[in-house]
């Protein structure tokens, strides 16, 4: 595709699995998670300011990008990326739908970690 030689990492169009635990709260000894589950997305590192889940402004590292319809991956969650991306642990900041405003760019699922 002519579109991949634009870019300067080719990954960037690749589905990649991720690992996620969701969390689920926290109780006495810290957060709660629900068991493991792999998901499905398109990577991104790359540092840039985000808002969390309080409206503070913090360093997003990486970002992934998922359908619309995707199951919520709520701020606190851990998410593991790909070996590709550097296999580390890390943990959700910030997650939503987004809409471009572009007709041609359909809404998609955004979660942004630190």
Same mark, same amino acid.
């Given at each position: 595709m002519a579109l991949r030689g634009l870019l300067m990492y080719e990954d960037w169009l690749d589905l990649w699995e991720f690992d996620v635990d969701r969390c689920r709260g926290a109780g006495a000894t810290g957060r709660l998670f629900a068991p493991r589950e792999t998901a499905r997305g398109f990577v991104r *590192?790359? /540092?840039?300011?985000?808002? +969390?889940? +309080? $409206?503070? =402004?913090?360093? &997003? &590292?990486?970002? @992934?990008?998922? !359908?619309?319809?995707? #199951?919520? @991956?709520?701020? %606190?969650?851990?998410?593991?990326?790909?070996?590709? !991306?550097?296999?580390? /642990? *890390? +943990?959700? *900041?910030? =997650?939503? *739908?987004?809409? &471009? $405003? @572009? %007709? &041609? @760019? #359909?809404r998609y699922y955004r979660i942004d970690m630190a």
């Open positions: *590192v790359q /540092t840039q300011l985000v808002l +969390d889940s +309080d $409206g503070r =402004e913090v360093t &997003s &590292s990486a970002h @992934i990008l998922m !359908f619309a319809d995707s #199951p919520r @991956i709520p701020a %606190e969650s851990r998410v593991v990326l790909p070996a590709r !991306f550097g296999g580390s /642990t *890390v +943990d959700v *900041v910030a =997650e939503g *739908v987004r809409d &471009s $405003g @572009i %007709e &041609s @760019i #359909p």
